[in-house]
């Protein structure tokens, strides 16, 4: 058991454990001994002068060099290097749980993954097969649950079944596009099905979500299935000392930090956890006012008094008549009905989805057999709760059991219980301990022949591991390292390297080389900077050279250092590249380019103003002109609360989870959005605004009393699907915009959308009313009678159904000027100060303009633009019209970010470069970037309005002299 408790007291001496490469080999016996520094190039080594990637041609072509590309992928592939060192050693996990996830059949798994899978120490380096079908397929779940979430996080952002269901048609596609892309960069493959498929399949109610693996590249999931690996090993290894209080280090009695497995901690864990689990067995009904409660008891009793001797019958009748719509006419429900049971336990809690008031209300008010004889407000809903019986999970007990009085197959089924989940909950935070003790005992069975990293791997797991000699590396030209006698060479680290990072080194090299143009215009980087640099350059290598670097003895070699400090192994190129080029290449990326449209007196040179970028953002900003509104609404939903949670449920949901009373809901929905349009606009009530009669009707729906409208009906005849009417009046925080319309979810803001396109516009509608968008057809119109509405025409979200009023639509400000109008008193040149004049007596930038009419009434002129960018990207205030201003603002603050966005600019840098590798992999990574670029400025919509920017149909090119 000595590599078992080792590790703990490497636990324990974690902060002594780190001790620097230059401490270890003076205080080493050998550090005599000549240390390895020599690269294994393998089949590469006569590659290195050539070139493998290259941009334009003669004079003017860019090259990078084979030698400066392989240095790369090994300065930025250890993490791939360590991930394969830890498939290697976690390749039996690996494997059972690759096996166990594709298997149809538990029983039929193989004897080794059998006993891979079994937790329990049964002998000293020998497991038990695993034979537990229940327990299996527990295993299985788990993993398949694990990946599964792991991959919804990676591409939908979220692990949660709720959070996809909510998700339209088109996010997806957006979410899995984005995902797709990127991991294209990286060399990954996905099959057309990826794309294809709506949605991964989801259980709501179980919170599972399943994802086809066969559309997604294998190394993928094997990435994932390593990383769980790596906890099941650990979790095997932690469970072999969690139940000893101290162990022996070098005949050293230590104490044990895992010490999990003892009666104190299993009584504890019992009374805090498990001992009040069980299925509550209670009726709960609440209604939406006290009106509702005690109507609904008259007419299930007779009275509004339960009967203390018939408590059971008096709860099911109540229950029955207020969720009638739940039952048909004659149906019989006891006790057992599945609504009045909730299951809480360690996996799920059935009560979690009600209001915390009335779980405490069920779990400690209440006792077996305890109810409300009357209804009681909690959270604004008045309640009827009947605690009738509960079974705690106890195997088969009936009743709760204190720890102590467990029988000994009880106590024996919850410490095994206790057992897993603690080690499965501290697995994660054990893993490095559990890897270091692996490596250790590999002993001479693992060598890296890499010194860059070996280095990086010694520095990490100096305590496991031993630099290896110059003579160890000799016949290892080609090998990368080797363990258990089976050899990972260089062959097979490039081909890795070369698909995950390839496209993102050779794109990154080639914008430095490109930068390098800049180096000495002092725009982008001054001598000063230069200067500097070198200076921080020589202070970090003679600390190098004098061996005072804590990391890197200086027994590494120069270029093994320089390497993996700046990513180049000379100082030449450091200086070149890692400070000069890359401080360039970020300032030519962000640099606000308006400067060359600027004549030498500092008059505009109109002719490349008209048909230049800021052309481009005139014409693309004004073409957002139609997409400007502004709306004024108020509006009432109708929403049902079916689970009881306090929240308005989603209709879909319901309707998907209830398919045979569906048509009867919808319909229902619809009879009461009439009856409310017609008691809203019935003449009796003109003397009073739309959304005063919406708030009445509220209270009279409340109270159940009788339409005005149609005295012949009374509210509470709508309320079969018991119904919950909101009004809000949206109009009191002020006009919506398309900018403000997106805090809506988005069936709400797309509804807003469609009436924006279909109102008249400028249009001042008296004292409000209805306006129908039917969703199905694109039309919209002012109701003019309840016939009009419909499922199609009512606009339906996550929360219910609105019925919307509109008081105004308007569009914004005209762009039209007159002559008393001209802030700027008609000044005779079109003239910027575009940079600080130490001459200039104000010495800040000013703005003149000729011009600030407009032709036409909806459209920006070029005069107007130039100086709102100029002022904007210079950060001073804008001496526009305000109006100006604020509708300048709109139209095209987006343009001009995006325009100068790193995103864009890379891309058409990217595009410009036109970078041609000799590799076929990375010429499609680099197809696969340009095309990521492209969806980030856009993104990720196919139905954006700058789509143009990315098509060609624009030119968005830098001037020459920029």
């Known amino acids: 058991m000595k590599k078992f408790t080792k590790k703990l007291f490497l636990a324990a001496l974690s902060s002594a454990m780190l001790l620097s490469l230059a401490s270890c080999n003076k205080d080493d016996s050998s550090q005599n001994v000549e240390r390895n520094t020599n690269i294994p190039y393998g089949p590469y080594a006569e590659l290195l002068d050539s070139t493998i990637a290259t941009s334009g041609s003669g004079d003017n072509q860019l090259t990078i060099s084979f030698n400066t590309y392989y240095n790369s992928l090994r300065k930025n592939g250890y993490d791939l290097i360590l991930s394969t060192i830890e498939k290697e050693i976690y390749s039996a996990e690996f494997n059972a749980i690759n096996e166990l996830i594709n298997c149809t059949d538990v029983s039929t798994l193989s004897s080794e993954t059998k006993k891979t899978l079994n937790y329990k120490d049964n002998a000293e380096d020998e497991y038990k097969e695993l034979n537990d079908i229940e327990k299996l397929n527990e295993y299985k779940l788990e993993f398949l649950d694990s990946i599964n979430n792991s991959l919804s996080t990676a591409i939908f952002s979220s692990s949660d079944a709720e959070n996809l269901d909510t998700l339209t048609d088109d996010e997806r596609t957006d979410f899995k596009k984005q995902y797709m892309i990127s991991k294209t960069v990286e060399g990954y493959t996905f099959t057309n099905d990826f794309m294809n498929q709506n949605n991964p399949s989801y259980n709501v109610?179980?919170?599972?979500?399943?994802?086809?693996?066969?559309?997604?590249?294998?190394?993928?999931?094997?990435?994932?299935?390593?990383?769980?690996?790596?906890?099941?090993?650990?979790?095997?290894?932690?469970?072999?000392?969690?139940?000893?209080?101290?162990?022996?280090?070098?005949?050293?009695?230590?104490?044990?930090?895992?010490?999990?497995?003892?009666?104190?901690?299993?009584?504890?864990?019992?009374?805090?956890?498990?001992?009040?689990?069980?299925?509550?067995?209670?009726?709960?009904?609440?209604?939406?006012?006290?009106?509702?409660?005690?109507?609904?008891?008259?007419?299930?009793?007779?009275?509004?008094?339960?009967?203390?001797?018939?408590?059971?019958?008096?709860?099911?009748?109540?229950?029955?008549?207020?969720?009638?719509?739940?039952?048909?006419?004659?149906?019989?429900?006891?006790?057992?009905?599945?609504?009045?049971?909730?299951?809480?336990?360690?996996?799920?809690?059935?009560?979690?989805?009600?209001?915390?008031?009335?779980?405490?209300?069920?779990?400690?008010?209440?006792?077996?057999?305890?109810?409300?004889?009357?209804?009681?407000?909690?959270?604004?809903?008045?309640?009827?709760?009947?605690?009738?019986?509960?079974?705690?999970?106890?195997?088969?007990?009936?009743?709760?059991?204190?720890?102590?009085?467990?029988?000994?197959?009880?106590?024996?089924?919850?410490?095994?219980?206790?057992k897993n989940n603690v080690i499965k909950g501290n697995a994660r935070s054990y893993s490095t301990i559990a890897f270091k003790d692996a490596i250790s005992e590999l002993g001479d069975n693992f060598k890296i022949y890499d010194p860059l990293f070996e280095y990086r791997f010694e520095y990490t797991y100096s305590n496991e591991y031993e630099l290896i000699s110059k003579k160890d590396f000799n016949g290892n030209e080609n090998n990368i390292y080797s363990i258990n006698g089976k050899n990972f060479t260089v062959d097979q680290f490039y081909e890795l390297a070369n698909k995950r990072l390839g496209t993102n080194i050779i794109l990154t090299q080639m914008q430095y080389e490109f930068a390098t143009q800049f180096i000495e215009n002092e725009d982008y980087i001054t001598s000063e900077t230069i200067e500097d640099n070198e200076e921080n350059f020589n202070t970090v290598f003679n600390k190098f050279k004098n061996d005072e670097n804590s990391t890197?003895?200086?027994?590494?070699?120069?270029?093994?250092?320089?390497?993996?400090?700046?990513?180049?192994?000379?100082?030449?190129?450091?200086?070149?590249?890692?400070?000069?080029?890359?401080?360039?290449?970020?300032?030519?990326?962000?640099?606000?380019?308006?400067?060359?449209?600027?004549?030498?007196?500092?008059?505009?040179?109109?002719?490349?103003?008209?048909?230049?970028?800021?052309?481009?953002?005139?014409?693309?900003?004004?073409?957002?002109?139609?997409?400007?509104?502004?709306?004024?609404?108020?509006?009432?939903?109708?929403?049902?609360?079916?689970?009881?949670?306090?929240?308005?449920?989603?209709?879909?949901?319901?309707?998907?989870?209830?398919?045979?009373?569906?048509?009867?809901?919808?319909?229902?929905?619809?009879?009461?959005?009439?009856?409310?349009?017609?008691?809203?606009?019935?003449?009796?009530?003109?003397?009073?605004?739309?959304?005063?009669?919406?708030?009445?009707?509220?209270?009279?729906?409340?109270?159940?009393?009788?339409?005005?409208?149609?005295?012949?009906?009374?509210?509470?005849?709508?309320?079969?699907?018991?119904?919950?009417?909101?009004?809000?009046?949206?109009?009191?925080?002020?006009?919506?915009?398309?900018?403000?319309?997106?805090?809506?979810?988005?069936?709400?803001?797309?509804?807003?959308?469609?009436?924006?396109?279909?109102?008249?516009?400028?249009?001042?509608?008296e004292d409000g009313k209805f306006f129908l968008y039917n969703t199905a057809t694109e039309e919209g119109a002012l109701a003019t009678s309840s016939s009009e509405i419909s499922t199609d025409t009512l606009c339906k979200t996550v929360y219910g159904y609105h019925l919307i009023v509109l008081n105004e639509n308007k569009e914004p400000e005209t762009l039209e000027f007159t002559a008393s109008d001209d802030p700027l008193n008609n000044s005779v040149d079109i003239k910027i100060l575009i940079e600080e004049d130490e001459d200039d007596e104000a010495n800040n930038i000013i703005a003149i303009i000729d011009n600030v009419y407009n032709e036409e009434k909806y459209e920006a002129n070029i005069n107007q633009l130039f100086v709102y960018y100029v002022q904007l990207k210079k950060g001073i205030?804008?001496?526009?019209?305000?109006?100006?201003?604020?509708?300048?603002?709109?139209?095209?603050?987006?343009?001009?970010?995006?325009?100068?966005?790193?995103?864009?600019?890379?891309?058409?840098?990217?595009?410009?470069?036109?970078?041609?590798?000799?590799?076929?992999?990375?010429?499609?990574?680099?197809?696969?970037?340009?095309?990521?670029y492209k969806n980030m400025v856009t993104q990720f919509d196919d139905k954006t309005e700058y789509n143009s920017w990315v098509d060609g149909s624009l030119n968005w090119t830098r001037p020459d002299n920029v």
Not at 907 to 927: A, K, P, Y
Request: with cysteine; glycine share 4%; net charge negative.
């Open 552 to 765: 890197y003895p200086v027994e590494v070699g120069e270029k093994l250092f320089l390497l993996n400090s700046f990513g180049y192994d000379n100082k030449e190129d450091i200086l070149k590249y890692y400070y000069s080029a890359k401080t360039a290449l970020s300032v030519y990326l962000s640099k606000n380019v308006f400067t060359e449209w600027v004549n030498e007196d500092q008059s505009v040179d109109l002719e490349a103003l008209s048909n230049g970028i800021l052309g481009n953002i005139l014409k693309t900003g004004n073409e957002k002109y139609d997409s400007l509104f502004e709306l004024n609404v108020d509006h009432i939903l109708i929403n049902i609360d079916a689970d009881g949670d306090g929240s308005p449920d989603d209709p879909d949901e319901f309707i998907k989870n209830n398919p045979t009373i569906a048509e009867d809901f919808e319909n229902e929905v619809v009879a009461l959005a009439k009856a409310i349009y017609e008691e809203a606009t019935f003449e009796a009530y003109n003397q009073n605004t739309l959304f005063e009669n919406l708030s009445y009707i509220v209270k009279a729906y409340n109270r159940g009393e009788t339409l005005k409208s149609n005295p012949s009906k009374t509210w509470d005849e709508y309320k079969k699907y018991n119904f919950l009417l909101t009004a809000e009046q949206l109009a009191s925080s002020g006009n919506i915009t398309e900018e403000s319309v997106s805090n809506f979810v988005t069936p709400f803001a797309d509804y807003l959308k469609g009436i924006n396109k279909t109102a008249e516009a400028n249009t001042k509608y």
């Open 877 to 932: 205030d804008s001496s526009l019209d305000e109006d100006i201003e604020t509708l300048m603002s709109s139209l095209f603050d987006d343009v001009i970010n995006t325009y100068c966005s790193s995103n864009f600019q890379t891309l058409l840098l990217l595009n410009n470069l036109n970078v041609t590798s000799t590799d076929e992999n990375i010429n499609q990574g680099i197809s696969a970037k340009i095309e990521y």
């Open 205 to 418: 109610e179980e919170g599972t979500i399943r994802i086809d693996f066969s559309t997604i590249d294998t190394d993928i999931i094997n990435e994932l299935i390593l990383t769980y690996a790596k906890d099941l090993y650990a979790r095997k290894q932690l469970y072999i000392i969690a139940d000893q209080e101290y162990i022996t280090v070098d005949d050293v009695q230590e104490e044990n930090d895992y010490y999990f497995f003892n009666d104190e901690e299993y009584e504890d864990t019992y009374t805090n956890t498990y001992q009040t689990f069980g299925n509550y067995n209670a009726i709960i009904i609440q209604f939406n006012n006290y009106k509702e409660a005690v109507d609904t008891m008259q007419k299930a009793l007779g009275s509004t008094n339960i009967d203390s001797s018939n408590v059971l019958n008096d709860y099911l009748a109540i229950y029955k008549e207020y969720y009638k719509y739940k039952f048909e006419t004659n149906e019989t429900i006891t006790a057992d009905y599945d609504d009045f049971n909730y299951i809480v336990n360690e996996d799920e809690d059935e009560l979690y989805e009600l209001p915390t008031s009335i779980q405490t209300l069920v779990l400690d008010t209440l006792e077996d057999g305890d109810y409300l004889i009357e209804p009681r407000n909690i959270d604004n809903k008045y309640v009827l709760a009947y605690r009738i019986q509960t079974t705690y999970d106890v195997n088969s007990s009936t009743e709760k059991t204190l720890y102590s009085d467990l029988t000994e197959d009880q106590k024996e089924y919850y410490i095994e219980l206790m």
